[in-house]
């Protein structure tokens, strides 16, 4: 793949990379995925409290009845009595042991949170290249009403010299009906390039949220980011891609969720502190106090299987998860087939546009020298440059696609953004992206989860 660049669109610039960083950050679709990532980063804060003691603290105050031992003990009358009512009492209680739940749902939560701040990397990636897709697109539209609108004067002024030369007598009359029909197909061409921009500018307004668009021009790719080979390709991005990544740390979180839900089939253990204080009458018990200081063993036996049933959710959902890694393998991989078969398609297109250019150029020549020899008319020299005109704008064409198809590749990566010095990839959120590695942490959870399965024996 050679390097491309394109003659800019004017002097004054925006580029691309601001362009695209001016939609990731104003984009209300990247604000609400960052949005879930921060809910679940509170999740692992509400996961997180379980290692903290709970405090209870509760006071009670009135007027009670009360007829039991004590009262049929002081009265010789009616054997009850009324008495107002003061108690207070506070708990602190500490978890000792939960066969490390806890710990798992902390786990849990913190894989929702990587899995979030991933999926917020890979929208991001989405938007970045249907950023670059309308920028581009914008400027090749933008360049091709700019060139339709320069050849308009050159085809009126071919029309006017060979009106000129029939009103004279020395011109064909069919030749003034062909060159009016090349001008009337010239401003059809106007009205398909200007609807162009039109379309091209609002995708680029939508994604940037701005109406006030600068001038711009195409920046090469920077294909040093590209790899040669297609099945090299393939094997980064099923290993390092932010959505790929996202499945992988959903299945950790489910993987944790069912050990966490296997603690249930054993024992806690929780120390309490407390201390009571009541205050009524003696006729009905007097004051009282209670202090403890105790460790509480609770061991819950269910019946009716809803462990189990928790145990089985959570397996499914690590199953669907396996899935979705297995179905997002087939679509990177089918993307980027197609991206790199779409930038083979276009380079070999952009190169025999060139060709044919070129090969238009000296038709061109050569019939203005004929032309100037009185060997061919006007409006053979106006069809040659009618030919040459199209064989520009299509080569025009043929450049755009070829440098957004460099960037379709990157995209279907998921390291547009790097390539742009944006981030926002696997770096950016903290995580690690040696794929061996998560695969072999993955390996030994699902092994550990396994050994410890009571329904898998």
């Known amino acids: 793949m050679s390097a491309l660049m394109l003659v800019p669109f004017s002097v004054k610039a925006e580029s691309m990379r601001e362009t695209v960083a001016a939609a990731l950050n104003h984009h209300p679709q990247v ?21 903290f003691p709970e405090l209870s603290v509760s006071a009670t105050g009135g007027r009670v009845y009360g007829d039991n031992a004590t009262s049929r003990g002081l009265s010789v009358t009616r054997g009850a009595g009324y008495s107002y009512l003061w108690e207070g009492s506070v708990t602190g209680r500490q978890k000792i042991w939960d066969n490390f739940e806890t710990k798992k749902r902390i786990d849990a939560a913190r894989a929702q949170e990587q899995a979030a701040m991933l999926g917020v990397a890979d929208v991001r990636e989405q938007l970045a290249f249907r950023t670059v897709q309308a920028y581009i697109d914008t400027i090749r539209a933008r360049n091709g009403l700019s060139m339709v609108r320069d050849y308009r004067e050159q085809v009126e002024d071919y ?25 009337l197909f010239l401003k059809n061409f106007e009205a398909d390039y200007e609807g162009q921009v039109k379309v091209a500018e609002s995708d680029l307004i939508e994604m940037t949220g701005t109406t006030q668009l600068g001038e711009m021009f195409v920046e090469s790719a920077p294909i040093d980011r590209i790899p040669e080979m297609v099945e090299a390709a393939i094997a980064q991005a099923k290993d390092a891609h932010p959505a790929v990544l996202a499945a992988r740390k959903e299945i950790d979180s489910a993987s944790y969720e069912i050990e966490a839900e296997r603690s249930a089939y054993y024992p806690d253990v929780d120390g309490e502190v407390s201390y009571f204080k009541s205050d009524k009458a003696d006729l009905i018990g007097g004051e009282a106090t209670d202090a403890r200081a105790i460790v509480r063993v609770s061991w819950d036996f269910e019946t009716g299987g809803a462990t189990r049933a928790r145990i089985k959710r959570s397996k499914i959902e690590q199953q669907a998860a396996q899935s979705r890694v297995a179905e997002l393998h087939r679509s990177i991989e089918r993307g980027i087939r197609f991206a790199f078969a779409e930038n083979e398609t276009a380079a070999k297109q952009m190169e025999n546009q060139k060709q044919r250019q070129d090969l238009n150029s000296k038709l061109f020549e050569t019939y203005k020298t004929q032309f100037e020899g009185a060997m061919v008319p006007l409006i053979q020299v106006m069809q040659a440059d009618n030919q040459l005109f199209n064989a520009r704008l299509e080569t025009m064409n043929a450049q755009h696609r070829y440098v957004l198809s460099q960037y379709g590749i990157l995209a279907s990566l998921g ?43």
């Open 31 to 51: 604000h609400s995925t960052k949005l879930s990532a921060d809910s679940a980063e509170q999740d692992i804060l509400e996961q997180r409290s379980g290692y």
């Open 415 to 457: 390291r547009l953004q790097e390539a742009l010095g944006i981030g926002g990839h696997v770096a950016n959120v903290g995580l690690s992206s040696d794929a061996n590695a998560a695969k072999v942490e993955q390996q030994e959870l699902t092994q550990k989860t396994a050994a410890h399965d009571p329904e898998s024996h």
């Open 159 to 183: 029309l006017q010299r060979i009106k000129e030369l029939v009103d004279e007598g020395a011109g064909d009359e069919a030749e003034l009906h062909q060159a009016t029909e090349v001008l």
